[in-house]
């Protein structure tokens, strides 16, 4: 168990080391590493600026058990920093792999804590808001964007540890390796982790798809 700043740090370590691995069998093209490091910028830009429209309205007929918010409320402007600063981050410039994926999310939760605490340690409030990245996260299954669905789960663990951690006091700090995880998961335990965050059935068929990958 880490503290938020430890957790940070071993996400810069383990893109450190993911970025050498990827160095050493780069053998030196340059224009392939820099394609792959555009490709990665947009992949996350676009993921944010799909999730902020999704903040305004899910694709019908059913929006997985979230209820939006009302215009102005304090959760949407929680929402709508977060992802702007998940989206403003230089990280992708910086990291390649894990790092490029995860140290946003950090740097997001940061955000957010010290513009809305009220927000952050209402429980609450944190389960309207972990209703919507969950709503998000399985419409991203359902469009076939498992790659994006991987990091949505990623921020939902984050806050459930920050939850954990910081309001319930239930332990004694951040689980970085369950992040991590979750942006490696395979397809079973990606839709199995959002299954079970939704009311609706709309992931039971593709559960019932990926229930034999282990």
Same mark, same amino acid.
């Given at each position: 168990m880490v503290s938020r700043k430890k957790a940070k740090g071993k996400a810069r370590k383990a893109a450190a080391k993911a970025k050498k691995e990827e160095d050493k069998d780069a053998h030196d093209?340059?224009?392939?590493?820099?394609?792959q490091q555009r490709? &990665?910028?947009?992949a996350l830009e676009a993921q944010f600026q799909m999730q902020r429209l999704l903040i305004d309205s899910l694709p019908s007929p059913c929006k997985h058990g979230f209820d939006p918010f009302p215009e102005g409320d304090v959760c949407d402007r929680f929402l709508r920093l977060y992802l702007d600063t998940c989206a403003s981050s230089d990280a992708p410039t910086k990291w390649t792999g894990v790092g490029a994926r995860v140290v946003p999310l950090l740097e997001a939760l940061d955000a957010?804590?010290?513009?809305?605490?009220?927000?952050?340690?209402?429980?609450?409030?944190?389960? &309207?808001?972990?209703?919507?990245?969950?709503?998000?996260?399985? &419409?991203?299954?359902?469009?076939?964007?498992?790659?994006?669905?991987?990091?949505?789960?990623a921020v939902i663990v984050i806050f459930e540890e920050f939850i954990a951690f910081r309001v319930q006091k239930t332990q004694a700090g951040l689980h970085i390796q369950k992040m991590l995880e979750m942006v490696n998961a395979d397809d079973h335990t990606l839709v199995s982790f959002f299954r079970k965050r939704i009311t609706c059935s709309c992931l039971d068929k593709k559960h019932k798809e990926v229930k034999s990958i282990k």
């Open positions: 093209d340059s224009s392939a590493a820099a394609a490709e &990665q910028e947009g957010v804590e010290e513009k809305y605490p009220e927000v952050l340690h209402d429980s609450s409030k944190m389960k &309207q808001i972990l209703t919507y990245f969950s709503s998000v996260g399985t &419409q991203e299954i359902l469009n076939e964007d498992d790659d994006v669905a991987r990091i949505t789960s």
